[in-house]
């Protein structure tokens, strides 16, 4: 009986633990759920901000020039007042001179214009974004004591072109061969933008009498001034402007002569790296939009006319 009995055999399987697979998921799952965290954080932020928020935070990681608000001709850099050395414009060391938007006053020189508007400008051209915490920025707690204003698109424009304007004064007063033209540049501000003008004086004209040909004065100014309005952005009209003095048996010669010279001044511009993209206008005037009426045949009345548009509206 007992050599019947067949022995129980138990199996036992023992299952070794799986070997190492590496942990780089964990590395692709830590970057997608940071790139969640920031995603949300981002919405959270666009939900709980308002828009002046928004553009505070905007300015702060992308500073743009600040300008300054005041009125063209009243206080700004160049707005309708002499710099350099005080004279009369017929003296060869007369100051540079910027007017009004009323061509036919002349301003009085003074020495403290440039300096009190300048230090004035620089108070309120710091960019708004610099030097605020955006956290506070974005919980709207107001500025530090201190801190300039935010200024609106105008102001920011109007700042570009008075630094344009100085930078062109800079450029003249560097230049040795340049001292005795600072009579034949006028820089002002007027509704449509900033306006740039080279005119005629008695003894030194741009432009030989009665033709389009340019002289070498009129090529050294508006290198000077491209260099200065070139880094802008801003769309250009070439104006020519001609005295009262009548072409003989021509009485469209004025017309004629004033369109070609504003031509002329086109191709020297963008012979000179200025793009022709930014050119809105060429005219023509003759003698119907004089620098001086009451003189109708002064010779400062014969000038060509660049006027960069404003932008911001």
């Known amino acids: 009986m007992a050599k019947s009995e067949r022995p129980i055999i138990i199996k036992r399987i023992i299952v070794a633990g799986g070997g190492h697979h590496g942990g780089a998921w964990k590395v692709a799952y830590a970057?997608?759920?940071t790139a969640m965290m920031a995603f949300f954080?981002?919405?959270?932020?666009?939900g709980s901000t308002t828009e002046d928020q928004r553009k505070s935070l905007a300015d702060y990681f992308s500073p743009s020039p600040a300008v300054s608000s005041s009125n063209s001709g009243s206080g700004g850099l160049l707005g309708g007042v002499t710099i350099s050395v005080p004279g009369s414009l017929s003296s060869p060391n007369a100051a540079f001179t910027s007017q009004d938007s009323a061509p036919n006053t002349l301003t009085k020189p003074s020495e403290n214009d440039g300096d009190s508007s300048g230090a004035g400008e620089g108070a309120e051209g710091e960019d708004s974004g610099q030097g605020k915490d955006p956290g506070q920025q974005a919980a709207g707690a107001p500025p530090k004591p201190g801190a300039p204003p935010s200024l609106t698109p105008e102001q920011r424009e109007k700042r570009q072109f008075d630094k344009a304007a100085d930078a062109l004064k800079q450029a003249l007063e560097a230049s040795p061969d340049l001292q005795g033209l600072k009579n034949n540049l006028l820089v002002d501000q007027t509704p449509e933008g900033m306006r740039v003008q080279i005119v005629d004086n008695e003894g030194k004209s741009m432009f030989a009498s009665g033709s389009t040909q340019m002289n070498d004065d009129m090529r050294k100014l508006l290198t000077k001034v491209v260099q200065a309005i070139g880094p802008l952005n801003?769309?250009?009209a070439i104006r020519g402007h001609t005295d009262a003095t009548p072409f003989a048996n021509n009485p469209q010669g004025n017309w004629d002569l004033s369109s070609q010279r504003a031509s002329v001044t086109l191709k020297a511009l963008t012979?000179?790296?200025?793009s022709p993209n930014r050119l809105a206008d060429v005219s023509g005037r003759a003698e119907v939009d004089?620098?001086?009426?009451?003189?109708?045949?002064?010779?400062?009345?014969?000038?060509?006319s660049i006027i960069l548009f404003k932008q911001a509206k």
Not at 41 to 46: A, E, G, I, K, R
């Open 234 to 236: 801003n769309k250009i």
């Open 31 to 33: 970057d997608f759920v």
């Open 271 to 274: 012979a000179m790296g200025l």
């Open 41 to 46: 954080l981002l919405l959270w932020l666009l």
């Open 290 to 304: 004089p620098l001086f009426p009451e003189n109708p045949k002064d010779p400062r009345n014969r000038r060509i």
